[in-house]
């Protein structure tokens, strides 16, 4: 079950700063830490952002991620074409007792 | 470095059953909770369910609760998902991963499609 909203879409120029939102809840992210996923057509997802903004290493400073209530966001500065691909928040949610995925969100470099 | 492969996955009838494992290695199995996840064709991801360390708290999607069973061995470093009574909104990728240490899920497999048809 998706409880957490996210815009289908977002896009941007080479160089750019795209920001992607996700809308939970105070059960989810309002209690909870967010972490961000990437996900390449037809490959697992990648772990991008953990404990709201914490960077896995491996992962470029271009990619960071913020909590506020019960949003969270996911900033992408600097696009590049490689960033091209569906991007994915989560939270445990207490209330469900379960894990929560955003809707997804499509990144497309113009 | 850390490796999940998944296994177990093909085409099954509506009702039937059908038994995923996940082999790790690379890391000490037996310290970190494991978490399997899918994806049905064209969609998001949905979380299945988790399992502790030890055994000790299993949780599950309700969407899948009361039908999939999760289980470890950790002696043989292996995650295992039973699933029973299948139906066609089973049909999805299924992955395992590895929860770090807020949960997050720090290391996937490649993941096994799972089709559930007539």
């Known amino acids: 079950q998706s409880v957490l909203t996210q815009s289908p879409s977002a896009s941007g120029t080479p160089g750019q700063r795209v920001t992607i939102s996700c809308s939970g809840g105070?059960?989810?992210?309002?209690?909870?830490?967010v972490s961000w996923y990437q996900q390449f057509p037809g490959t697992a997802p990648q772990l991008l952002i953990y404990?709201?903004?914490q960077r896995p290493s491996g992962v470029p400073d271009r990619f960071s991620g913020s909590k506020s209530g019960t949003s969270a966001s996911l900033a992408i500065s600097g696009l590049r074409s490689v960033d091209e691909a569906n991007y994915y928040c989560?939270?445990?949610?207490?209330?469900?007792?379960?894990?929560?995925f955003g809707t997804g969100t499509t990144v497309t470099v113009l | 470095q850390v490796e999940l492969v998944e296994s177990g996955g093909g085409l099954v009838k509506p009702g039937g059953s059908l038994r995923l494992s996940c082999a790790a290695s690379?890391?000490?199995?037996?310290?970190?909770?494991m978490t399997w996840i899918r994806q049905a064709p064209g969609k998001g991801l949905e979380w299945v369910g988790q399992?502790?360390?030890?055994?000790?708290?299993?949780y599950y999607a309700d969407s899948v609760k009361g039908r999939f069973t999760i289980s470890r061995d950790n002696a043989k470093n292996s995650l295992f998902l039973q699933m029973n009574s299948l139906r066609a909104e089973d049909t999805a990728v299924y992955f395992c991963?590895?929860?770090?240490?807020?949960?997050?899920?720090?290391?996937w497999g490649h993941g096994t499609l799972v089709t559930v048809s007539s």
């Open positions: 991963a590895r929860a770090g240490s807020t949960w997050e899920f720090d290391h």
């Open positions: 690379g890391f000490i199995f037996s310290d970190f909770y």
């Open positions: 399992v502790s360390s030890g055994l000790s708290s299993i």
């Open positions: 105070s059960s989810n992210i309002g209690r909870n830490f």
């Open positions: 404990r709201n903004n």
């Open positions: 989560a939270s445990w949610d207490d209330s469900l007792s379960c894990y929560v």
